[in-house]
C-alpha cells in the first residue's frame, strides 16, 4: 500500500507519523509531503528514511490512499484530483466536514456511513471527536434534548505558532503572536474567527459537526470555546439534558463498556481527568459524572483527550484501518 501524508512535517503531520508506527499501519511506501520549504528533508517511518516530495509529486506516484493535514484551502485544491484518480483520501481539515456528499467519521460511533463508494472521508474537529466519543453511547440509550459545551483547548490545537509563543512568555522573551493576547497565566474566551450570530468559528464546528456525526439535526446545543496556558490535550465540561431520567451507576457502567472511553471518576481520591495526565494517549477520559439537579434528567461530565492523537492524528489511522479491515483498500 503506498501511503501519501500532506502536511507531514506540521504538529499533527508528525504524531500521524508516530501513530502510524504505533498502530502498524501496513505502508509499503510513504510518500510525506509538504510546502517547498520543506522539500527535501527526511523523515523517518518504520526505521526507514524517505525524503519530504511536493503534492505533485505524490499525486504522480498515484497513491492508495492520502491523509490531508495541511489546512483547508490545500484540501479544496487537491483532495479531489487524488480520489479522481481512484485513492482514497482522509482530510483532516475543516474543507469537507460540512459537505452533504462527505462522511464525517468517528469510526466507534458511525463508521456506518463509510459506503463501498466512499473515497472522501472528513476528519471531525478535534474537540468534537472527543465530544461526541463520550456522548453518543448516552444518545443512543437516554436521548439528549439539549446540550451546553464548555472547552479548555490547548495551545497545540491552535498550531507550532501558539506553542511557540507560550513557550516564549514562559520564558519572558518575545516573539511572533499566535493570538491576540498573552496566553501564559490567562484564558482567552476566543477560537477561530468571530461569526455573525456571535459564536466562533470553533464553536460553530461543534454545534453542526456534532449534529452530523449523531445525525441529529435539530438538536439544541450551545459552546463556549476557551484557549488555555495547556501544550497538550483539551478538556471539556458538558452539561447534557437527557430525554429520560438514569442512574448514575447506568450511566456510569455505559461508559465504561465504550470502547476507547476510560472512566476516571473517584473524586474522593481526586481521580478525575486531566490534559496533563491525557497527552501521548489514544482514549477518551471521561470523569466528573454527576446529576445536575437544575433540570429534570441533567447529568454532566468532564471530558479529556490528546487533540493531536485521538482529536486529530489516531481517529485519521482508525479510519484507514477500518478502510483496510473491509477490503476497501
Known sequence: MVVALVGATGLVGQVMVRVMEEHQLPV?????C???RSIGREIRLNGKAYRVRSIDDAFDAGPDLVIFSAGAGISREYATRFTSRGAFVIDNSSAWRMDSSV????PEVNAGSIGPETRLIANPNCSTIQLVMAIAPIHKQYGIRRLVISTYQS???????????????????GGKMAYPHPIDLNCIPHGGDFTGNGYTAEEMKLLNETRKILDVPDMKITSTVVRIPVIGGHSEAVNIELEKDFELSGIRSLLESTRGLVVQDDPANKLYPMPLFAEGRDEVFVGR???DHSVPYGLDLWVV???????????AIQIATRLLDRKLI
Open 28 to 32: 509499503d511506501d510513504f510518500i510525506p
Open 34 to 36: 509538504a510546502s517547498e
Open 103 to 106: 462522511p464525517l467519521v468517528v
Open 155 to 173: 495551545v497545540s490545537g491552535t498550531g507550532a505558532k501558539a506553542v511557540e509563543q507560550l513557550h516564549n512568555e514562559r520564558a519572558g522573551i
Open 289 to 291: 459524572i454527576r446529576r
Open 305 to 315: 483527550a490528546d487533540n493531536l492523537r485521538k482529536g486529530a492524528a489516531t481517529n
